[in-house]
């Protein structure tokens, strides 16, 4: 795939995936970009720039969001105002030279992004996880970026009539349900663990801005969420590491715990892992000693993402349902 059919194709997809921004803004990119220092970086890319590579696309996206963050460049043309092709293109054209050292600087990094909505399932595999075990439990994210996603029982969700954690909670998840409900269960977190290549500190400011320039301009309601989010993470601590997922989870799983059960999580996370990685962290889980879940939520070729809940030592496996890659919706089986 070309530099330039990367964008059209991310344009695509952030269409379908509800920003219509994005649709516009991607390919125009992909067509007009031609000069400069950034021009040349981005059309020169040495590597697969695709989504499921280098994210070529979105690496520039999230620098530009971010020079409009703070309010450097292009706050006359990103929504909520709407512009026309031309006008904006300008205003982009005149950001890449106008800030290009900044710019070729957040190309070099890789995009974070950390969908707060994705807690939805979460939450009510938790649910599920404790009508079935005693105790406390133990929080474990693999890939969790900046991990705000291990504050999920400290969210409130909505699932049509019904809602549950708490009330005072600055974080609400209100997704599309389909299916029953979950019950509220009394949840009790012993501690907070994750793991990921490169994570991102939610309570620094550049980990902030990071954060939300990954978010997508026109969709305002993941921006509040993911700034309530941090805001919450800010005060509600957790362990993050860097490190290779497998490798790290195996060191933390030797560390015995006998007073909770572990909860291992990923969501859209796993197909990133090397083959390798995956086969020793199911390893590693499969030989723990001690209660131990396990919570997916991953692409499978079907819509959206499975969800599935698997019981240590036994191995038992548990469909839960499946939910929207970014947990706009979810469909609940039990």
């Known amino acids: 795939m070309s530099v330039r059919d990367a964008f059209v194709t991310q344009g ?13 803004l991607m390919p125009l990119i992909g067509t007009r970009l031609s000069k400069g220092a950034v021009a040349d970086t981005v059309l020169g890319w040495q590597g697969d720039p695709g989504a499921s590579a280098d994210s070529v696309p979105l690496r520039l996206a999230g620098a530009l969001h971010a020079l409009k963050l703070e309010g450097l460049a292009l706050t006359d043309v990103y929504p909520p105002h709407d512009v026309d092709d031309d006008t904006l293109w300008a205003a982009v054209e005149h950001a ?5 050292k900044r710019l070729l600087n957040w190309l070099q990094i890789a995009p974070q992004t950390n969908e707060v909505r994705r807690s ?3 939450i009510a595999a938790l649910s599920v ?3 079935t075990y005693s105790g406390p439990v133990e929080l474990i994210e693999l890939g969790c970026s900046a991990g705000l996603n291990l504050r999920a029982d400290r969210f409130r969700i909505l699932t049509g009539p019904r809602s549950f954690g708490p009330a005072s909670s600055p974080v609400t998840v209100q997704p599309d349900w389909h299916g029953a409900a979950p019950s509220e269960q009394t949840l009790s ?6 793991v990921d290549l490169f994570p991102i500190d939610p309570t620094s400011n550049e980990g902030r801005l990071r954060l939300l320039s990954y978010l997508w301009p026109d969709q305002s309601e993941r921006m509040v969420m993911t700034k309530a989010a941090i805001d919450l993470a800010r005060v509600e601590p957790a362990s993050i590491s860097r490190g290779d997922a497998s490798e790290w989870l195996e060191t933390h799983l030797s560390q015995e715990a006998p007073d909770r059960t572990r ?11 090397p083959e390798g990685s995956k086969d020793r962290a199911l390893t590693a889980m499969a030989n723990h000693n001690g209660p131990l879940v396990r919570f997916s939520m991953e692409a499978d070729g079907g819509n959206g993402a499975r969800l599935t809940l698997t019981h ?10 499946r939910a929207d890659f970014h947990g706009r919706w979810v469909e609940w089986d039990i």
Do not use: D, N
């Open 263 to 273: 909860v291992v999580f990923h969501t859209i996370a796993w197909q990133y892992f």
């Open 312 to 321: 240590y030592p036994s191995g038992e496996e548990v469909h839960l349902g």
């Open 120 to 122: 939805a399932p979460l």
């Open 12 to 24: 695509a997809v952030c269409a379908t995936l509800g920003s219509p921004f994005m649709g516009r």
């Open 129 to 131: 996880i404790a009508e």
């Open 189 to 194: 977190v012993a501690g907070r663990y994750g």
């Open 96 to 100: 890449l030279v106008a800030h290009k």
